[in-house]
């Protein structure tokens, strides 16, 4: 149990194009998911919470109408990068939480390339 | 953003060998989690600890949750060749029913068969 899956698992797309990333959680319903950047060699930096029906808590120096997150229904958030660049390539993970306070359950990550 | 000090940041080793990684930080945490992550893969959970002083074992895994909350080091014994990957430790701090994980750097381990 306890699953999150990712889709794509990667993408390349060319710069100025916008890409969208979902998160599912399989088996259980998330009350928060959160999305992760990882760039290589490096660890994994929160870049926003979400509730399933509220907006979005976005880390300091995360812009957030960059970085669009929807979190329609308790299975599944969506990460779209508006206008991408080069710089935004990087792996993105999503992690999913239960009304548990310690547990987040992670998947499997999105490798983004802006080309 | 905030991290954790971890190290060492990559560990060289032989088969059969123990490994040790620690993780501190000038902040207290109400939970210490444990994270292996293979390339291109997301984190996956190994230890999760939950009170200051509490040692917990999963397999050859050996992790204990420091008693001033602000540390928690990882013990892995007879190294195996699958073993490689990068270790990263996570603190949570929660006071509502979900609480940010705040993640160390890293440590990368090399297993020599």
């Known amino acids: 149990g306890a699953v999150v899956s990712q889709h794509p698992s990667w993408v390349i797309c060319k710069s100025g194009t916008s890409v969208k990333i979902e998160c599912r959680s399989l088996?259980?319903?998330?009350?928060?998911m959160f999305w992760y950047r990882q760039f290589p060699k490096q660890s994994l930096m929160l870049m926003a919470t979400?509730?399933?029906?509220?907006?979005?808590?976005?880390e300091q120096g995360v812009e957030k109408d960059k970085f669009l997150i929807n979190h329609a229904s308790l299975t599944l958030s969506t990460l779209t990068v508006t206008s991408a660049h080069p710089e935004d390539s990087s792996f993105y993970i999503c992690?999913?939480?239960?009304?548990?306070?310690?547990?987040?359950?992670f998947g499997p990550g999105t490798r983004l390339t802006v080309l | 953003g905030q991290q954790l000090n971890q190290s060492p940041q990559s560990m060289f080793i032989q088969e059969g060998e123990d490994v040790s990684m620690n993780c501190t930080s000038s902040?207290?945490?109400?939970?210490w989690l444990w994270y292996k992550q293979d390339p291109g893969e997301g984190p996956v959970l190994l230890i999760a600890?939950?009170?200051?002083?509490e040692l917990t074992s999963n397999g050859r895994l050996t992790a204990q949750f420091g008693i001033t909350r602000k540390d928690s080091f990882l013990n892995i014994s007879a190294s195996i060749p699958s073993d490689v990957g990068i270790y990263f430790c996570?603190?949570?701090?929660?006071?509502?029913?979900?609480?940010?994980?705040?993640f160390g750097k890293g440590t990368k381990l090399s297993v020599k068969p």
């Open positions: 992690s999913a939480g239960t009304d548990r306070a310690n547990e987040q359950f």
């Open positions: 088996d259980f319903q998330a009350t928060t």
């Open positions: 979400s509730n399933e029906g509220s907006k979005a808590t976005y």
């Open positions: 902040s207290i945490f109400n939970t």
């Open positions: 600890l939950y009170k200051a002083g």
């Open positions: 996570a603190g949570q701090w929660y006071g509502g029913s979900q609480g940010n994980l705040i």
